[in-house]
């Protein structure tokens, strides 16, 4: 795995055992990095049987939480969510960061708004 690639994984694997606890609901972001911290919470789910629910922020994060067999939620059922965890386009040493140039960039907004904490990963800056 390239340099880019494998500190995007490490970042999303340590983000992932840092900040996800049992009994969760989970903002899932959208793009690459978010593929690793989904297969990371999957993994945990099926270790230690965390019971989480999803709740996407695009169809991409949609479709990796069915994928992925996690428990795929609405914010209209869970308007209020434990946490958000989302990658990032460019962080700066001072940690400021640009991020959501896609097709999601209203709807991650809005979930992490409603998120008691926002998780960003980012592999280097
Ligand atoms: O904000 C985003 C999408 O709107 C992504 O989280 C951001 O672009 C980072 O993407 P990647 O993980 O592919 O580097």
Redesign the pocket.
């Known amino acids: 795995m390239a340099g880019i690639e494998a500190g ?1 994984k490490a970042a999303a694997i340590a983000a992932v055992n840092n900040h996800i606890k049992d009994g969760q609901v989970v903002g899932i ?7 690793s911290a989904v297969q990371r919470i999957a993994e945990r789910v099926k270790q230690e049987n965390l019971k989480l629910v999803c709740i996407p ?2 169809f991409q994060a949609k479709q990796l939480i069915l994928e992925n067999n996690l428990v795929l939620g609405t914010l209209e059922q869970y308007p209020e969510l434990d946490v958000a965890i ?4 460019e962080v700066d040493a001072a940690l400021t960061c640009i ?7 209203t709807q ?1 907004k809005i979930v992490a708004n409603c998120a008691k904490e926002f998780i960003v ?1 980012a592999d280097e800056r």
């Not at 972001?29 to 593929?35: A, D, E, I, M, N």
């Not at 989302?86 to 386009?89: L, N, S, V, W, Y």
Request: glycine share 30%; proline share 0%.
């Open positions: 995007k972001g959208s793009g690459t990095t978010v593929v922020t695009s989302d990658g990032a386009d991020k959501g140039g896609g097709g999601c960039l991650e990963i």
